[in-house]
């Protein structure tokens, strides 16, 4: 099956750092990419959609300029939260878009636990 | 708008038996598709099994099957022979429309009992 990737696996940062995170499709080119939050013992949230050579897409109530999302390439998109706060603190976890077989599915990556001081 | 409901938030089951968790959804697309994921303790979101709302069959794979009821707008996951490794949380999830987005539901936390 396909392969997602995500970088770093755990951060621990200061109140007011900015924290990047990396989401690799590692063995297929994806056009799209999704980005989620999830909080102890809740649901996956959608946080915004990736898409290749254009700007994000971002869920509803979601901060555009704290959460940055770049997706220079197919196989590359990256999630900044800027200014980190303690309640930016949560499992991150990206997916990309892709087939298996016929079926439009989504393949995830081993997740980002953020930590903010 | 769609929405996917997880009534039930831990289920316990015997190792060897089978457990039925359920999902509902609501959605106006005639035609959709419906995902269940495993995420054990260490985050990672495994793809289980997928049911077409077309497909004639309920969908199998391995020891996971959908009961699907498109009248009552169930897909509810069947785990049979448990094992100690299923021991998990279990997400039902739908598409939004178009785009790929996936919507989950509030998941289940699956615990199996030797």
């Known amino acids: 099956g396909a392969v997602v990737s995500q970088h770093p696996s755990r951060v621990i940062c200061k109140s007011g750092t900015s924290v990047k995170i990396e989401c690799r499709s590692l063995?297929?080119?994806?056009?799209?990419m999704f980005w989620y939050r999830q909080f102890p013992k809740q649901s996956l949230m959608l946080m915004a959609t990736?898409?290749?050579?254009?700007?994000?897409?971002?869920e509803q109530g979601v901060e555009k300029d704290k959460f940055l999302i770049n997706h220079a390439s197919l196989t590359l998109s990256t999630l900044t939260v800027t200014s980190a706060h303690p309640e930016d603190s949560s499992f991150y976890i990206c997916?990309?878009?892709?087939?298996?077989?016929?079926?439009?599915?989504?393949?995830f990556g081993p997740g980002t636990r953020l930590t903010v001081l | 708008a769609q929405k996917i409901t997880q009534t039930q938030p831990g289920m316990f089951v015997q190792e060897k038996e089978a457990v039925t968790l359920d999902c509902t959804y609501d959605?106006?697309?005639?035609?959709?598709?419906l995902f269940w994921y495993k995420q054990p303790s260490s985050g990672e979101m495994i793809f289980l099994i997928y049911?077409?709302?077309?497909?004639?069959q309920n969908a199998t794979e391995g020891r996971y099957s959908l009961n699907f009821q498109k009248a009552r707008k169930s897909a509810n996951l069947v785990i049979s022979a448990s094992q100690l490794g299923d021991s998990a949380m279990y997400f039902c999830?739908?598409?939004?429309?178009?785009?790929?987005?996936?919507?989950f539901g509030q998941g289940t936390e699956l615990s199996v009992k030797p």
């Open positions: 997916s990309a878009r892709g087939f298996a077989g016929l079926t439009d599915t989504q393949y």
């Open positions: 063995d297929f080119q994806a056009t799209t």
């Open positions: 990736s898409n290749e050579g254009s700007k994000a897409t971002y």
């Open positions: 959605t106006s697309d005639p035609s959709y598709g």
């Open positions: 049911q077409g709302s077309y497909d004639q």
């Open positions: 999830a739908i598409p939004k429309h178009q785009g790929g987005k996936l919507i």
